[in-house]
Nanobody, 123 residues
Framework: QVQLVESGGGLVQAGGSLRLSCAAS????????MGWFRQAPGKEREAVAA????????YYTDSVKGRFTISRDYAKNTVYLQMNSLKPEDTAVYYC????????????????WGQGTQVTVSS
């Protein structure tokens, strides 16, 4: 019912920046919150950042505060993750997610998921 397509991943040196994009389509009328998760090899998928479409409420995990910013273009149904001061430990597959509320998307239960985009940060 909801399709999410990520783009913008790639290889970057430590200290560099990337911007990920997530375009939502389909029956998006019930998805009021969007988020970004990441999963590194051997680790669990973790919520990185999330926000509501219109209310402006946001969530960031402690390890990315001050470095990552989640934003959205309402007209384009697109959510972005601006990643600055990247570190090797940020290397992971990054997934876009959508749900009905901010708390739900961060928790992950019942999320719609994108296919993921690889982010690799070299030292």
């Amino acid at each position: 019912q909801v399709q999410l397509v990520e783009s913008g991943g790639g290889l970057v040196q430590a200290g560099g920046s990337l911007r990920l994009s997530c375009a939502a389509s389909g029956r998006t009328f019930s998805t009021y919150a969007m988020g970004w998760f990441r999963q590194a090899p051997g680790k669990e998928r973790e919520a990185v950042a999330a926000r509501t479409w219109s209310a402006g409420s946001t969530y960031y995990t402690d390890s990315v505060k001050g470095r990552f910013t989640i934003s959205r273009d309402y007209a384009k149904n697109t959510v972005y993750l601006q990643m600055n001061s990247l570190k090797p430990e940020d290397t992971a597959v990054y997934y876009c997610a959508a749900n009905r509320a901010l708390g739900l998307v961060v928790n992950g239960t019942g999320n719609y998921w994108g296919q993921g985009t690889q982010v690799t940060v070299s030292s």
